[in-house]
């Protein structure tokens, strides 16, 4: 049964009220038990009323007090387990019990990263194009318009679906010759390739902005970022011996789109952007890679990898300090060709925003804005607009 279907939430509905229905009935067979034995009730029906109490199980002593623990022990896995399923379909952090269990593993392999990092998507066109077929989403969270890949990353060795969305422009006959802009969409940890499209909405709230033109016709992806069981954070990074995730979402991704959709090399039309976890992602790879992104939007986001605790790059030192956006900025061969609209509140990346602000050098250009919002999605989703309405004046529509 799927984890974030509405089945199995009204499963958990029905377990906790059969678990209070269970409980109440235990408490009133207790307490009628209790009434048979009060004084003045002849002998023979106290003891026929406590046969009756033992066959029913209502018992005396140490097996009562079990049932009555195992009882409240049961009340309480179910509504923990609701309150779970609520608070993971709002806001989409699992979507299949390989990822709530740390047992699912997409890496398949894990070969020499490419010796060419600073090449752009072009340099992979003598290659076979990756063409892919593409199905709905199995989730009633996300929109029936966002399609659905299983990709077999051929640089990365990373297998793992990538979500899709075209902009209302896309399928109009009088568009039909023009390209579109892509934003690459950076879910937190734990996150779903799901949750742009679902708690945050990202579709539904740009379709009619891009409509009027507010906002750039973008192609919107999102990636699987959890690839490793054991509930670990790869950092988006390529760690010799465990994962490319670097590679994953910075060249095994973008050409898939790029062999399947409308849209071009070049990078002044990507765009990557994420929060938490995902905006730590999205301002290193914007950073490592200005030959492949121009821009990226950074939500509550970090510079250094340990900033999450379950962070793969965080236990090695040496990647603990290459990962770290700031890093990646200052030591820059050239200053990377790269803009960066990075929010935050003080304690929470509003300080790490800072820093980058103060260590770019033309043309680099960060811009930090402060939010009082908690590190939840109800902070994030609102600004979708505003950002994209940023991200618009960086990448204009393509003509």
């Avoid at 040496?318 to 935050?344: C, D, K, M």
Wanted: glycine share 8%; hydrophobic share 40%; with cysteine.
């Amino acid at each position: 049964m799927q984890l974030t279907g509405t089945p199995f939430f009204v499963l958990t509905i029905v377990l906790f009220v059969a678990s209070i229905g269970l409980a109440m009935l235990q408490w009133v067979r207790a307490g009628g038990s209790r009434a048979s034995e009060e004084p003045g009730l002849p002998a023979g029906m106290g003891r026929a009323a406590r046969r009756t109490r033992r066959r029913r199980g209502g018992g005396t002593g140490p097996l009562r007090t079990l049932g009555f623990l195992g009882t409240v022990l049961l009340c309480q896995v179910t509504a923990v387990t609701m309150v779970f399923v609520m608070v993971n379909n709002a806001n989409l952090l699992y979507d299949n019990w390989g990822d709530l269990l740390g047992t699912g593993n997409h890496v398949r392999a894990v070969p020499a990263p490419p010796t060419n990092p600073n090449a752009g998507l072009k340099a992979d066109a003598g290659q076979a194009k990756v063409i892919q077929s593409f199905h709905p989403v199995d989730d009633s969270a996300v929109p029936k318009d966002v399609q659905e890949t299983d990709l077999k990353g051929r640089l990365s060795g990373v297998d793992g679906e990538v979500l899709v969305w075209t902009p209302p422009q896309y399928n109009d006959p009088a568009y039909q010759n023009k390209t579109f802009p892509v934003v690459e969409l950076l879910a937190g940890f734990p996150g779903s390739s799901s949750a742009w499209f679902g708690s945050m909405d990202v579709s539904k709230q740009l379709a009619p902005l891009m409509t009027s033109g507010q906002v750039t016709p973008f192609i919107l992806v999102s990636p699987r970022v959890t690839l490793l069981g054991r509930n670990t954070d790869t950092g988006c990074s390529d760690v010799p011996g465990k994962v490319n995730a670097e590679t994953w979402l910075s060249r095994d991704v973008p050409q898939m789109v790029l062999d399947n959709f409308r849209t071009d090399a070049s990078p002044d039309h990507w765009a990557v952007a994420g929060y938490s976890a995902g905006a730590h992602c999205a301002s290193k790879l914007a950073l490592a890679h200005p030959n492949i992104y121009r821009a990226a939007i950074s939500m509550s986001g970090y510079n250094d990898p340990a900033a999450e605790s379950d962070s793969l790059t965080a236990k090695d030192p040496t990647l603990r300090q290459t990962q770290n956006p700031l890093y990646i900025l200052t030591h820059a061969a050239t200053p990377p060709n790269v803009a960066i609209y990075v929010t935050g509140k003080k304690g929470d990346g509003y300080e790490d925003a800072v820093a980058l602000q103060q260590a770019a050098k033309a043309p680099t250009a960060v811009t930090p804005v402060e939010n009082n919002g908690a590190h939840l999605v109800s902070t994030w989703k609102p600004m979708v607009p505003t950002a994209f309405e940023w991200l618009s004046k960086i990448i204009p529509a393509t003509h």
